[in-house]
């Protein structure tokens, strides 16, 4: 029984009926009733197994298979009618071609099997700002994470109205999980999401990176806003003002830390706060005062277990202590709670490790095992963080002051500077990269460029999105958020981490907000605007952030930017423009700029 009059949604319904063939056909409404008789029967068919219900209440926990653990790159495409559409940071296959590959592994794939059919909203249900995707699934796994991380059932349609064809059509699944047929396609052209062959989260909860930001991105350069891949976060003052900020930093750089920060003692005296809005995906489009307007359009969060503790991130933490959904950790027996490598010290002797075998957690983890797989994951609603900002289902987003981007960068990139303006802060998007660390690749120190921190997720051509980066500040003029850079990560020649990092991160967020207020004043460099001597306040680490350290942290090296610059020119060239990225000349305009500064 469909659960709207709108005629395109129940006519792409009945098409995805008939290519699939389902047993039979649930709508899903929202309604407890229906979700709570969904997790009965995911728990007796052993999809899900229930946790302790007094120490975890309404917690689940959910095993993949081992070859389904992570999202796909090399399997996850952009189909649109021309290849330079897509560009040179995407797989590419013309759409013809990709539904005539698909569309016989989908004929009867849920023969025997129920789909469900969910409505949702990302973003909060009436904002402007809103938009409506439907997902038909034959995964319970899929609708019971899709209830966390969105505004999932009937009322999702009221954004939709009666008529619109404006939702983004979502086809998934998991049919035998066989890594060989597992694709995950965007036609942004078609406003659709194909994805098969898999039921893991990133690959199967089509409203997380494939819509709000693959599908998103291209929407956003259409109808004027903007997809990022970025935390919001509001810092509240002493005198009760609140300022927001938004940040993207790849994978490994302290993104959710930092959405979730908790203020240092002396901050917190005075009376700050900080508010997480979202730690993952922002939306943003200019209000009706000319000023830039955000919010998270995601419900929840789906986070990496391994390494969340109670030091690294209370607020994560305690995000997961009721109605969560766990994926691939560890499972203590003795209680039915849950572990993971950083969690504690003390791995649960009587344990079930991530793939089902029974083990001793201790002598396990002491052989070098992973009780948890490392990229295991919480789906935890966003309700439940202790430092939820107060504006998180406020319609209209919060008013954006500055964007910040930041990478792992052991020497070259200073704590924090400013873009002299916009088009320079979006040429440090264009920029941002980091190290690799030895346990990614065997390689250390290798630089790898993630604009944006975007680059598996623009659902585009990469030149395209820089060019409508610089149209977006254009529009925006003097109301445009200003652009920074963070580093958190420049070591001694000892190889230490010069900065403290956590949650001393807010001293450099308090100098950022003054700038945006411009209650402070900076030294200009070569490569942009930063802190003057004794404007960071470091007020209870001196004795860790020394005027000799901070020199250091600050430090604009001639020769390290001078190379920066050269690899910089390299990337444009070599990686995206021999590669059919349509580069902006003012990019260019900016790297000869701060190559002639670097030459004074």
């Known amino acids: 029984m469909s659960l709207t009059q709108n005629p395109n949604v129940n006519k792409w319904v009945d098409e995805m009926i008939a290519l ?129 991380m969105t505004r999932m059932g009937k009322a999702a349609f009221e954004n939709l109205g009666d008529t619109s064809d404006d939702f983004v059509r979502c086809l998934h699944s998991k049919a035998d999980v066989d890594p060989e047929g597992r694709y995950i396609v965007q036609f942004p052209e078609d406003n659709a999401i194909w994805s098969i062959n898999s039921a893991y989260g990133g690959n199967v909860l089509l409203g997380k990176k494939c819509f709000a930001l693959r599908i998103a991105s291209y929407q956003g350069k259409n109808e004027g806003w903007m997809a990022e891949h970025m935390l919001i976060l509001g810092v509240k003052k002493p005198n009760g003002e609140v300022k927001y900020i938004t940040a993207a930093f790849p994978s490994a750089c302290g993104k959710t830390n930092l959405a979730m920060l908790i203020p240092p003692e002396g901050y917190k005296k005075d009376g700050y706060e900080v508010f997480t809005v979202g730690d993952d995906i922002a939306w943003m489009k200019q209000g009706e005062d000319g000023r830039l307007y955000a919010i998270n359009p995601e419900n929840g969060f789906f986070g990496v277990a391994p390494g969340t503790n109670a030091k690294s991130n209370y607020n994560a933490l305690a995000s997961t202590m009721k109605n969560t959904i766990f994926t691939n950790v560890a499972i203590n027996n003795d209680d039915m709670t849950v572990w993971w490598e950083g969690l504690d010290k003390n791995p649960p002797e009587n344990a079930t490790e991530w793939k089902g075998a029974k083990v001793n957690g201790k002598e396990f983890t002491a052989s070098g095992e992973k009780l948890a797989h490392p990229n295991s994951r919480f789906t935890a609603p966003a309700i439940n963080c202790p430092c939820i900002s107060p504006e998180f289902n406020n319609p209209a987003g919060v008013p954006i002051s500055a964007i910040i981007f930041g990478g792992r960068r052991a020497s070259t990139t200073p704590l924090v500077y400013q873009s002299f303006d916009w088009t320079h802060g979006t040429y440090i998007g264009s920029a941002v990269s980091s190290e690799t660390t030895a346990a990614a690749t065997g390689a250390v120190g290798v630089l790898r460029h993630d604009p944006m921190a975007m680059k598996p997720f623009i659902g585009y051509n990469v030149g395209d999105y820089w060019q409508h980066w610089l149209d977006m500040g254009a529009k925006l003029g003097e109301n445009a958020p200003k652009i920074f850079n963070v580093n958190w990560f420049k070591k001694d020649e000892d190889g230490n981490f010069l900065w403290p990092g956590f949650g001393d991160n807010m001293r450099v967020l308090d100098w950022i907000i003054k700038r945006c207020e411009d209650e402070v004043d900076a030294d200009e460099t070569a490569i942009g605007y930063i802190p003057k001597k004794g404007d960071i306040n470091v007020e209870g680490i001196e004795d860790e952030v020394t005027p000799e350290i901070m020199d250091k942290l600050l430090d604009v090296d001639k020769d390290l930017w001078t190379k920066e610059i050269a690899e910089m020119r390299r990337y444009y060239n070599d990686d995206i423009a021999a590669n059919g990225g349509k580069i902006p000349a003012e990019l260019y305009e900016v790297l000869d700029k701060i190559e002639a500064n670097l030459a004074k």
């Open 20 to 148: 699939t063939k389902p047993e039979k056909v649930v709508w899903i409404d929202g309604s407890e009733e229906q979700l709570a008789a969904l997790k009965a029967e995911a728990i007796a068919t052993g999809e899900m197994i229930e946790l302790n219900q007094e120490k975890l209440p309404g917690c689940l926990y959910h095993r993949t298979q081992p070859n389904d653990v992570a999202r796909v790159e090399d399997r996850t495409f952009i189909c649109t009618k021309k290849k330079e559409d897509a560009g040179p940071t995407n797989n590419w296959m013309d759409p013809q071609e990709m539904y005539a590959k698909l569309t016989p592994m989908y004929d009867g794939v849920m023969k025997g099997r129920t789909m469900y059919v969910i409505p949702y909203s990302m973003g909060p249900i009436g904002s402007p700002l809103a938009k409506v995707g439907v997902e038909v699934t034959d995964s319970i796994y899929v609708v019971l994470n899709m209830d966390i």
